[in-house]
């Protein structure tokens, strides 16, 4: 359904100034950036982030920035958060705009929305509690991933106390992928590292072999020796196992399916997906970087390391859209669902 006349007059004839129910959003940010008291909260709230966790964000930057991390995706994830809050800022601002599409005619729903007072949001005030328990604990000991996660329990307990449920419903994802950069400690990322690194040689191994190639790993996961003449090593640490870029990929992925207002079921088809295409990427670029290499310049080659791990998460993308352009799905600006 959508409006074919562009008029609209309330009982009095005068006229509504709002065409479609997402234009109303816009209206009610305009408002709230004239409210001084909304202001005033915003600025208390930002000045209370800053004094408890300055310090702390900079030892999560530390953790996630170390050389060769697993979760150097991380610095990646909240220009993401902001981005996705910013396109999904009209959504946020209307959260009671799903219910009120179950029960209304898009018109009703926009006469509804110009003449009612909106209800007060239903608060829950548990989840602050919490994470003022927990920050001073997480404080005293100064271990990032404790930190990072009470951090993100108070910043959801003031979603849920203030601005309601239905809000926090609207920021779960952003929240959710927020938990996923939570910055582990070494000896949980490099114990799922080893794992991966090692799963991705051997399959480098199989595949070469099937090529033709005379391959092993001697050491098990690392290196990994292309005998012939000339004889060529390859080491993780001299090519990079493409972990990292393939972790940028599936943020940048889950982050399009959020947008797209499709069934959960088709979404998550998505993901599967993307985790067997980015796995065959990543592995093919080390196939790639086996067979060239015994041949290659070492100057060039270590030219086409870094563009090959760069690469990942773009081309990585373009395939996965290719892909997903079979999937009827429509954005979330459109708000009336698909039929």
């Known amino acids: 359904m959508s409006f074919q006349d562009k008029s609209y007059l309330n009982d009095d004839q005068t006229e509504i100034p709002y065409k479609t129910p997402w234009e109303y959003a816009d209206f009610r940010m305009r408002s709230w950036s004239k409210s001084s008291r909304i202001y005033r909260e915003f600025l ?8 408890l966790f300055a310090l702390p964000f ?7 920035t170390l050389p060769g991390a697993i979760q150097g995706y991380a610095v990646w994830g909240i220009p993401l958060v902001l981005g996705w809050l910013w396109i999904n800022r009209r959504k946020i601002v209307l959260p009671e705009l799903d219910e009120l599409n179950q029960q209304f005619t898009e018109r009703s729903v926009l006469r509804f ?8 949001p239903k608060r829950s005030f548990w989840i602050l509690i919490l994470g003022a328990v927990l ?17 993100l329990i108070v910043l959801t307990g003031i979603i849920a106390y203030r601005l309601g449920v239905q809000t926090l419903r609207g920021v779960a994802f952003p929240l959710a992928f927020l938990a996923l950069i939570t910055p582990l400690s070494g000896l949980v990322t490099d114990g799922i590292y080893s794992r991966i690194q090692s799963l991705l040689f051997k399959v480098t191994r199989n595949l070469l072999q099937i090529f033709g190639f005379n391959a092993e790993l001697p050491g098990g996961t690392n290196p990994l020796v292309i005998f012939g003449t000339p004889r060529f090593e390859m080491y993780a640490g001299q090519v990079g196992t493409g972990i990292p870029e393939a972790a940028v990929f599936l943020g ?11 069934p959960f079921r088709f ?3 998505g993901v599967v997906i993307g985790v067997l295409w ?5 592995a093919l670029r080390l196939l790639l970087l086996g067979i060239v290499g015994r041949e290659m310049d070492k100057d060039y080659f270590s030219l086409l390391v870094p563009i090959s791990l760069w690469a990942i998460p773009f ?3 373009v395939g996965q859209l290719l892909i997903l352009r079979g999937m009827k799905c429509r954005q979330l600006h459109e708000w009336v669902s698909v039929s």
């Open 44 to 51: 208390i709230v930002v000045g209370m982030l800053f004094l």
């Open 58 to 64: 900079l030892t999560w930057v530390g953790r996630w």
């Open 113 to 120: 929305l110009v003449e009612e007072e909106p209800d007060e």
């Open 135 to 151: 920050t001073p604990i997480a404080l005293r000991y100064g271990e990032p991933a404790g930190t990072f996660l009470a951090f």
């Open 252 to 262: 940048l992925l889950l982050c399009w399916l959020s947008l797209l207002a499709t």
């Open 267 to 269: 979404k998550a088809v």
């Open 278 to 282: 980015i796995s065959l990427l990543v």
């Open 315 to 317: 081309v990585g993308m």
